[in-house]
């Protein structure tokens, strides 16, 4: 209860408070985008050569495709070619472990509230932070290492485990699979790996933070969990950027794959800078999420928390391929001022008495557009399968917009589909009432809203939980009265 | 305690409350009666700070402030309490979190520091035997699927967490069958005290057998057309709202 208010007392601050910038000396790929700059990037991270050509095809196939267009979104085209592709900061020698990185980098991540100090860190969060292109450090590294836990920086990744990355990269999101994710296989600089053993539990919740620094560069990470037969992990990600006026990119692919009775619960608090208030600059979210159960009794869990982006665009999905298996996705996406976001998931039923549970919360204030778009696909032999969906949409306001567009696709009649859809709005009835018994407007629309996205906020671990009602209660001030 | 001069009111352009004059002090229980349209619910709502309401003429002091120019938080701050006639459903937000956002909110206002888990939870413990209220309905979401005396009872409850110096009771006798009725009027009763009054808003006198009032008023299209003691609610439970009405129109007319 103490951290209820605790978010209460919080909401003083007005704007993005992730804003600000840093300078410091980097290593930056010239602009554009070419084969030339995706062998620099190659080179300049010592990549063996499968993984160069790996990209390059990956380049031919999306110079073949085009930007998608069938989202709810409207945004004006961005120029690829002024971009940067790669921008990392400038380290003298290559960090061993956490004592040995930049202090002005580790200064850099005190002030968005997260220490990579081991000994400051609360117990059972690991964490690999990513800033602009490359990831700067990763905690609790041994100690999950006694367990035969892998958690590391993607490139570390490719040098010491290549048959592990060979096997699993691309493998659930291939590089065909759509314009953002074959842009990201040809220049994605890093990001996370994770792979738990057999039998293992993860002790601690696995966490990477994003963070863009730098000017007109994309970030083009790639996470990859592999969470063996019988294995469970938790998993976190954050992200923060630099408050600038032009819009800014990221393209990222998160892949995972659960093994027979493995199970994958991956939790994701967005807010990225969403633009000022009339609209200017903010990021384009442009992602692919997917999992793949499969082995049996397997399940993925995907929660999100969206408050930031001007743009999103975003489906984190399962593939039910083993039978048993459980995909699940609960979502909560804000959008205020001019925000657009168009974001759901896809639950693939392939596999025999497979079932999938959807619980998406929109919020729309000011002149947002929040769209969720989800697909229910049961194929021809997954016997039994269940899905149920509930789509709730929350209206703040008389100038923004909610939109649903579920697709059900069912190839075998034993399947059981259920959906559930509500709109609502904020009533003065609810504020009016609050604001009798004390509660100041602003307060009592956090507590409104926080109590309508409580079934997702509930799947996210504690601390998560915290930062989540935060934010939601920062993404929608100003937007009553 | 409060003072309303010549109030008046009007939803929409349509003028509910006409000329209402009241004074309460400190310690005592005002009955305000009359026929459905009269305006009572209206007088409950502006007081509190109902935004629909305009409040056309007139002034409310209370404890020596202008009420009508403060926000509807800060005169819940300043000790307004409103019963409300039809609470407010507020899905995944429980009685207790409620409680505890709306106490400290008013704490503060009151300079004093805000209660920690230990000492919010001891004093809902000690406020929970006063209205026989069940823990269990307090950690539900607000009013969600409440039974008509659930939501009543946990009004009374709210209002004992927030010790007001005046409560406004709006028809909570409503939707109450003869055991809720019971239970809710001993929650009001032992809440009373010298310090603080109470303006029972109520179409029926029965609930009056329980919270004994001090003064009954009658208020018929938009004034406070007649007051006495609690034998004038006796009277109206005898003979209706009729005769008033009656003697109102014709005097109107002459």
């Known amino acids: 209860m103490s951290k209820d208010n605790q978010i209460l007392e919080d909401l003083n601050s007005k704007e993005y408070e992730h804003g600000w910038s840093v300078e410091f000396e980097t290593d930056e790929a010239p602009l554009g985008l070419n084969e030339d700059i995706i062998r620099w990037i190659s080179t300049k991270k010592e990549e063996p050569s499968w993984l160069l050509d790996w990209r390059l095809k990956a380049f031919k196939i999306w110079q073949s495709m085009s930007e998608p267009e069938w989202a709810n979104v409207n945004y004006p085209k961005m120029d690829l070619q002024a971009l940067r592709y790669y921008s990392a900061p400038k380290q003298s020698k290559k960090p061993k472990n956490i004592n040995e990185v930049d202090p002005e980098l580790i200064a850099i991540y005190e002030r968005l509230g997260i220490s990579l100090n081991e000994q400051k860190r609360l117990q059972g969060i690991a964490i690999d932070v990513v800033l602009d292109s490359v990831s700067v450090a990763t905690t609790f590294k041994e100690t999950l290492g006694k367990l035969g836990i892998i958690f590391c920086s993607f490139s570390e990744a490719v040098k010491e485990h290549p048959e592990l990355i060979q096997k699993y990269l691309g493998s659930v999101v291939p590089m065909t699979d759509n314009y953002y994710a074959a842009l990201n296989s040809a220049v994605f600089s890093d990001g996370s790996f994770c792979y738990i053993p057999k039998g293992v539990r993860c002790p601690m919740e696995l966490s990477t933070y994003f963070r863009i620094n730098a000017a007109n560069t994309g970030q083009f990470e790639r996470t990859l969990i592999v969470a063996d037969d019988s294995s469970y992990v938790s998993y976190l990600e954050g992200c923060t950027a630099p408050q600038r006026d032009e819009n800014q990119l990221h393209a990222a692919v998160v892949e995972i794959y659960a093994g027979t009775h493995a199970e994958v619960k991956y939790s994701t608090v967005q807010n990225w800078f969403p633009g000022d208030k009339e609209g200017k600059g903010g990021i384009y979210n442009f992602v692919t999420k997917r999992g793949i159960c499969a082995g049996d009794h397997s399940k993925i869990s995907w929660t999100q928390v969206e408050t930031g982006s001007a743009v999103t665009w975003k489906y984190p999905s399962c593939i039910l391929k083993g039978d048993y298996s459980i995909g699940e996705f609960y979502s909560v996406a804000v959008t205020n001022n001019y925000q657009q976001a168009d974001t759901g998931t896809k639950m693939i039923h392939i596999g025999k008495n497979t079932k999938s549970r959807i619980v998406s919360k929109g919020i729309s204030a000011g002149k947002s557009q929040n769209s969720y778009r989800g697909q229910v696909q049961v194929m021809k032999r997954a016997h039994n399968a269940r899905n149920f969906s509930q789509c709730d949409s929350l209206l703040m306001g008389n100038q923004c917009g909610a939109h649903t567009f579920p697709y059900i696709d069912i190839a075998n009649p034993s399947a059981k589909v259920e959906h559930e859809a509500t709109t609502s709005k904020i009533g003065e009835d609810q504020i009016f009432y609050c604001n009798q018994r004390g509660i100041a407007t602003e307060d009592a629309v956090a507590l409104i809203v926080n109590g309508y996205a409580k079934e997702v906020l509930n799947q996210l671990p504690m601390e998560f939980a915290v930062e989540a009602q935060k934010l939601l209660a920062l993404t929608l001030e100003g937007s009553v009265g | ?254």
């Open chain 2, 1 to 254: 305690m409060l003072s309303i001069k010549n109030l008046h009111a009007s939803i929409e352009g349509t003028p509910i409350l006409r000329g209402i004059n009241l004074e309460v002090k400190a310690g005592e229980v005002h009955a305000i009666m009359g026929p459905n349209g009269s305006g009572k619910s209206t007088l409950a709502s502006v007081l509190a700070g109902r935004e629909e309401y305009e409040v056309t003429e007139g002034e409310v002091i209370f404890q020596g402030k202008e009420l009508l120019e403060l926000s509807p938080e800060d005169r819940a701050r300043e000790g307004v309490f409103l019963a409300f006639q039809y609470p407010i459903e507020i899905p995944g937000v429980s009685t207790t979190n409620f409680l505890r956002t709306a106490l400290n909110q008013v704490r503060e206002y009151r300079g004093l520091e805000p209660l920690d888990a230990v000492k919010f939870l001891s004093l809902m413990k000690e406020k929970m035997a006063l209205v026989e209220i069940d823990q269990k309905l307090l950690s539900r979401s607000l009013n969600e699927g409440f039974s008509g005396g659930e939501k009543k009872r946990n009004e009374i409850f709210q209002m004992a967490m927030l010790e007001p110096v005046l409560s406004i009771l709006d028809e909570t006798d409503s939707g109450l069958d003869i055991d809720a009725l019971r239970i809710v009027s001993n929650g009001v009763n032992k809440l009373k005290s010298e310090k603080t009054a109470t303006i029972v808003v109520t179409h029926y006198q029965r609930l009056l057998d329980y919270i004994v009032p001090d003064f009954v008023h009658v208020l018929y299209k938009g004034r406070i057309v007649k007051s006495g003691t609690k034998e004038l609610a006796l009277e109206l439970e005898e003979k209706g709202y009729d005769w008033i009405k009656e003697e109102v129109d014709s005097t109107a007319t002459v």
